[in-house]
């Protein structure tokens, strides 16, 4: 406590009933009871846990690895250097700004969503733009988000003499006037150039360049473009001169390049240019928690100059239980419609729902334990998480969501859960470990 204190932190003991925020977790022996108070602490990793052993005697070689599964963001041993307070010092720093950032207008009203899955890729992404320069390859499916992740990772970023975002449809480009979309152009270079052009990378000098599907370029086009990322220097088409450019670079990609590069379809040399960091974006199916809080968003966004209408109780079934293959995208549009086919004052109805979006019965819709819900009892015994802490969890899972939803009141969360004020007061009240 005295390293600490000294270090600039004001360290004080853990209450069970009330831990929030960052902070460290110090142990003398590995056992599960401890696995079970950072899943508890971390919230699964949602919440930064600093796991310290008191000595490098407690902390096995294999150890570290489960407590970062278990939800520690970080495990070492207070005697593994001379300076561990320093070390904590900055890690808590580090992860406060990063948090801070996260939970920010910036970031929560561009970004919407409270799922794990999402939160997480969210602070990595806050991590590498804020504190970074490095060239981030986005992956995930379309309708994810991924143009939406390249603007913020810009918006972050804090080079003093930042210029624009330039964006390249990679899809879009036309294999005989890649040169000049890319480098640019002199005057008379080809038939038809009759003024010079400045290309992508030549107006992303001091800015931004992001290449959206990179992984529909062509292995000549991908060679092409390998010398200006790696050498940050490219010749415009009809000049001998080399042009010198500074850009932060991002590319994305609905693609598993590492599965393309084995087929022989991306270059291994460009794949390891353009992926110093990667940050894959979850499906929509793979945060459904997130539907209901979008939906709202998307609803709000259309009604700009009234009172965004609610939800009548088969709606918000329907659009919680469909599929979305397109993602948010699809999402978005499925609402769209809806909302532009409602009149009048009152919920929005299942009339709304236009005839194609609508089930072909009752029976084609999702009950509650869909695959994300399989998902993620699999992760759980994968961690050999116990069918007792399981349901320990998913109980508290379910208490915070229906708190959240209930803006705090207990009361509310109670009758929604199905269970009397008082139990819900002693279940938040009483440590699960």
Not at 166 to 171: A, G, L, P
Not at 371 to 376: G, L, Q
């Amino acid at each position: 406590m005295t390293a600490l204190t000294e270090a600039g932190l004001s360290p004080v003991a853990l209450d069970l009933r009330d831990a929030s925020g960052p902070g460290v977790l110090f142990f003398n022996e590995i056992n599960q009871n401890l696995f079970e108070l950072l899943r508890q602490l971390s919230s699964n990793g949602l919440v930064r846990v600093l796991a310290v052993a008191l000595s490098s005697r407690a902390l096995a070689r294999g150890d570290v690895w489960r407590l970062l599964q278990a939800g520690a963001s970080d495990a070492f041993a207070w005697d593994h250097s001379s300076t561990p307070a320093r070390e904590v010092v900055a890690r808590l720093e580090r992860w406060v700004s990063v948090d801070k950032l996260l939970n920010s207008p910036l970031v929560k009203n561009n970004l919407i969503g409270e799922s794990a899955n999402w939160r997480l890729a969210l602070r990595q992404i806050v991590e590498v733009a804020r504190f970074s320069d490095a060239s981030i390859l986005i992956m995930g499916e379309s309708g994810t988000g991924k143009e939406l992740v390249a603007r913020l990772i810009h918006t972050l970023d804090m080079r003093s003499r930042k210029r624009e975002l330039v964006t390249v449809d990679c899809t879009a480009i036309m294999p005989e006037l890649s040169g000049s979309e890319f480098f640019g152009h002199e005057r008379g270079s080809y038939t038809g150039a009759v003024t010079a052009r400045e290309g992508a990378f030549a107006l992303a000098n001091e800015g931004t360049i992001f290449l959206d599907e990179i992984g529909e370029l062509s292995l000549g086009l991908q060679a092409e473009l390998l010398r200006v990322i790696q050498e940050r220097m490219f010749k415009p088409v009809g000049s001998n001169k080399w042009t010198q450019t500074n850009f932060r670079l991002i590319c994305a990609t609905n693609r598993d390049l590492q599965k393309e590069e084995a087929q022989g379809n991306f270059r291994r040399d460009f794949y390891h240019r353009i992926a110093s960091w990667t940050i894959r974006l979850p499906a929509l199916r793979e945060r459904p928690g997130d539907i209901v809080p979008l939906v709202s968003y998307f609803i709000k966004q259309l009604s700009p100059d009234r009172e965004p209408p609610e939800l009548d109780i088969a709606v918000a079934e329907y659009l919680f239980t469909r599929k979305y293959p397109g993602n948010v995208r699809e999402l978005k549009q499925t609402v769209t419609r809806i909302v532009n086919r409602h009149v009048g004052p009152g919920p929005i109805t299942v009339g709304d729902i236009i005839e194609a979006d609508r089930p072909v019965a009752a029976e084609t819709l999702l009950s509650w334990p869909d695959e994300s819900f399989e998902v993620a009892i699999k992760r759980a015994l994968a961690f050999d998480v116990g069918l007792k802490q399981i349901g320990i969890a998913a109980a508290e899972t379910a208490i915070r969501i229906a708190l959240n939803d209930a803006g705090g009141n207990l009361q509310s969360a109670a009758r929604k859960l199905g269970v009397t004020d008082r139990a819900l007061q002693l279940r938040r009240a009483t440590p699960r470990l």
